[in-house]
């Protein structure tokens, strides 16, 4: 494998802790954290791993000789500027960073491992001079993942989306009313709104709404009804669909009030009634480094 370049993007989660207790001296989260409370018990064991991770990422650079840019999560960056980028948080890290990288390899960097998943992380906490001194020499494993793409009306609103997209009300509690048009079937539906996306968000929000898992290189995209509301025991064809490359899903909004939102909660959109929404696999995919390729699949 050929050796990267070291101009290196680190791209650093701002914990919990940090925001609203060292910055912005939430008051209640102070309250709940002087009483004990157990929902915020795990707060300051998770931010002090996190920082742990973040000075062992930093020196670990330092010993290589990288050419390190450090910036945090929520900051823009020209991901073509850089051979390499990293980040150091969790899977909602990662996603986010990876909306502004079109070429460059990815390597995410699980900085609390006790209290997070980190799918898509290739390495962790105890573990980042051996995987970043890896990643730089072209060693470590590549795997290129499917991206989707999302037009309104015809504009693009986003073409880098790796997780999903959700599509529903304004208001979790309302009805979600839509057209969706795949392959010559048309079909309306109300449901609490629907989930579509690549591969790699099939193990997330896809299966706990009653997806499949899909191979992680697939090039599909996968949509899945949430809650489909059927009184008269309707059968939906499109309650679950897989999108095959060259294909778009269209949907067609007859919600007044609804939202789009691309890989979490930190990216929306307004959906007005009567507007299109196309969903399709996006010619940019995205390499992440030091994940496997292979994955089970759900029966």
Not at 20 to 29: G, Q
């Amino acid at each position: 494998m050929t050796a990267l370049g070291k101009r290196v993007a680190l791209v650093l989660k701002r914990s919990t802790w940090r925001v609203y207790v060292e910055e912005e001296k939430d008051a209640l989260l102070e309250q709940l954290l002087e009483r004990h409370d157990p929902t915020v018990a795990r707060l300051r064991a998770s931010h002090e791993e996190h920082e742990h991770t973040v000075t062992e990422v930093k020196d670990a650079l330092a010993a290589l000789d990288a050419e390190t840019t450090v910036m945090q999560n929520s900051e823009p960056f020209d991901g073509d500027a850089f051979d390499l980028v990293v980040t150091v948080g969790g899977d909602g890290t990662l996603l986010s960073a990876s909306h502004h990288v079109a070429r460059a390899p990815v390597l995410g960097i699980n900085s609390a491992p006790s209290h997070s998943v980190g799918f898509f992380c290739g390495a962790q906490k105890g573990d980042a001079q051996r995987a970043l001194a890896a990643a730089l020499e072209g060693s470590l494993e590549r795997t290129v993942l499917t991206r989707m793409k999302v037009c309104v009306n015809g504009a693009v609103v986003h073409e880098r989306v790796l997780n999903d997209a959700l599509f529903c009300h304004a208001l979790p509690a309302a009805t979600s009313r839509y057209i969706l048009e795949l392959d010559g079937v048309v079909e309306e539906q109300k449901s609490s709104g629907l989930w579509i996306g690549p591969a790699a968000g099939s193990t997330a929000a896809q299966r706990s709404a009653g997806g499949r898992i899909l191979p992680l290189t697939s090039k599909q995209l996968q949509l899945v009804v949430r809650e489909p509301y059927t009184p008269h025991d309707e059968r939906y064809q499109l309650r679950r669909a897989l999108v095959s490359p060259g294909h778009t899903l269209i949907a067609r909004s007859k919600t007044r009030e609804a939202k789009l939102f691309f890989d979490g909660p930190a990216q929306e959109l307004d959906v007005q009634r009567g507007d299109v929404i196309e969903f399709t696999r996006a010619d940019q995919s995205l390499t992440l480094l030091g994940i496997s390729r292979k994955r089970k699949r759900s029966s």
